[in-house]
Nanobody, 124 residues
Framework: QVQLVESGGGLVQAGGSLRLSCAAS????????MGWFRQAPGKAREFVAA????????YYEDAAKGRFTISRDNALNTVYLQMNSLKPEDTAVYYC?????????????????WGQGTQVTVSS
């Protein structure tokens, strides 16, 4: 099993920045792709970004391109999501996910492990 714990959420004004972290523990050697998803109030959970095992490949949802950056530090078993130029519509609970497959995907069902989420609130 793999455990994922997110941190770094909070309240920020529009135009501000936050960096989310997700620390993995347990059978981390089984993890390949890592991803971030988010769920706004009253909406379905949606894909934000994914990163390959080596960190050399990334994949972003259109609204995240140019504003968000996903990265990982395999020595620390941690994946990050740097979020800049935040907008009120970015308000959501952000979830970290891990996939044993090497395929970068936005498909929620492909991910094997999930964190509990961290709240991000962007005020206007």
């Amino acid at each position: 099993q793999v455990q994922l714990v997110e941190s770094g959420g909070g309240l920020v004004q529009a135009g501000g920045s936050l960096r989310l972290s997700c620390a993995a523990s347990g059978r981390t050697f089984s993890i390949a792709t890592m991803g971030w998803f988010r769920q706004a109030p009253g909406k379905a959970r949606e894909f934000v970004a994914a990163i390959s095992r080596s960190g050399g490949s990334t994949y972003y949802e259109d609204a995240a391109k140019g504003r968000f950056t996903i990265s990982r530090d395999n020595a620390l078993n941690t994946v990050y999501l740097q979020m800049n130029s935040l907008k009120p519509e970015d308000t959501a609970v952000y979830y970290c996910a891990a996939d044993r497959s090497r395929v970068l995907t936005a498909a929620e069902g492909a991910y094997d492990y999930w964190g509990q989420g961290t709240q991000v609130t962007v005020s206007s």
